[in-house]
């Protein structure tokens, strides 16, 4: 069964840091990639981060490329997003979704990933 459960979020002021985390179950790492999204209230949900061990890529949205980093810890089956100098504008709910995509996944869509965590809440805010 595949599972992902997420932890990190909370609230932090601009320019902090958070570090998401999305623990992996019921799948091998190295066939599936890994990928971040985010859905601010009243918008779509939209491509963050992905990560594909299978092929040594990342991808990374324009909007947070130079402060956010993905990473995969496979001993620990858990992928992580290091989010820094948080901006207002990252305020949204946050998802890690799993997709069986071998080699290069290319800039993640959410139509391609069929396995969601929870979701957990990312407020940047003074």
């Known amino acids: 069964q595949v599972q992902l459960v997420q932890s990190g979020g909370g609230l932090v002021q601009p320019g902090g840091s958070l570090r998401l985390s999305c623990a992996a179950s019921g799948f091998s790492l190295d066939y599936y990639a890994i990928a971040w999204f985010r859905q601010a209230p009243g918008k779509e949900r939209e491509g963050v981060s992905c990560?594909?061990?299978?092929?040594?890529?990342?991808h990374y949205a324009d909007s947070v490329k130079g402060r956010f980093t993905i990473s995969t810890d496979k001993a620990k089956r858990t992928v992580y997003l290091q989010m820094n100098s948080l901006k207002p504008e990252d305020t949204a709910v946050y998802y890690c979704?799993?997709?069986?995509?071998?080699?290069?996944?290319?800039?993640?869509?959410?139509?391609?990933?069929?396995?969601w965590g929870q979701g957990t809440q990312v407020t940047v805010s003074s």
């Open positions: 990560i594909s061990t299978s092929a040594g890529v990342t």
């Open positions: 979704a799993a997709g069986s995509i071998w080699g290069d996944p290319g800039f993640p869509r959410p139509e391609e990933y069929h396995y």
